[in-house]
């Protein structure tokens, strides 16, 4: 599960290895109840048939969440690890429409502009090295109009999407969780 490791880390980095494997196995203990109450925030905010894009999808777990309660979404992962995106793809192996998996760092997405409807992101925004690049990119990606939504700690680098994207929201999400891993949920849009 995500910790707040603040105090260890002070750049960006891939889960990868024998940590992945650890995150996997505790992810999908411990957090379905917390996917399940993110994923039931996000459908209420994506549009019929969207093209939503998990950014630092780590095991997929929020994805899989995701295409229960919403099958109409178009769904794509991306990791910057590889180990990430494979447990990802064994964890969502049975689901009826495949997402979307690749490898990619969020600071050069493999996707054409435009192609998003919905950007989301969950506890990774403040492992990503260059936020600012990362911020951009999500831009890009995403069409006019289109959202971000990204949960994740207090002191994740939300400043980081200001000169890119107009923040609509931020506001502590509430959950069985929240005394363990406080979490801010942001919501920003591309300007039109
Ligand atoms: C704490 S995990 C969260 C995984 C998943 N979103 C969840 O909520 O369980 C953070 C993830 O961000 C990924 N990550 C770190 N830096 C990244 C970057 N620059 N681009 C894409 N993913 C990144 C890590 O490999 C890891 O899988």
Redesign the pocket.
């Known amino acids: 599960?995500?910790h707040d490791h603040h105090r260890h880390h002070r750049h960006?980095?891939?889960?990868?290895g024998r940590a992945?494997r650890t995150?996997n196995r505790l992810?999908r203990l411990l957090?379905k109840s917390q996917?399940r109450r993110i994923a039931a925030d996000i459908a209420a905010a994506a549009p019929e048939g969207a093209a939503l894009l998990?950014?630092?999808?780590?095991?997929?777990?929020?994805l899989r969440s995701l295409a229960a309660v919403r099958p109409d979404l178009r769904l794509a992962g991306?990791?910057?690890?590889a180990d990430?995106t494979a447990h990802a793809a064994r964890n969502l192996a049975d689901l009826p429409a495949a997402p979307d998996l690749r490898t990619?760092?969020?600071?050069a997405l493999p996707f054409d502009d435009g192609a998003f409807d919905l950007v989301v992101?969950?506890?990774?925004s403040h492992?990503?090295?260059?936020p600012e690049t990362?911020a951009a990119e999500i831009e890009r990606v995403l069409r006019d109009g289109g959202r971000l939504l990204d949960?994740d700690f207090p002191r994740a680098p939300f400043e980081a999407f200001a000169d890119t994207l107009a923040e609509t929201g931020r506001t502590s999400f509430r959950s069985p969780w929240s005394l363990l891993m406080k979490t801010t949920r942001f919501e920003a849009e591309k300007r039109r």
Do not use: K
């Not at 960006?12 to 990868?16: L, T």
């Open positions: 599960m995500p960006g980095e891939a889960i990868e992945s995150y992810a957090m996917y998990d950014v630092g999808t780590g095991p997929g777990l929020l991306i990791d910057i690890s990430m990619a760092d969020v600071a992101t969950t506890y990774s492992h990503w090295s260059d990362g949960y």
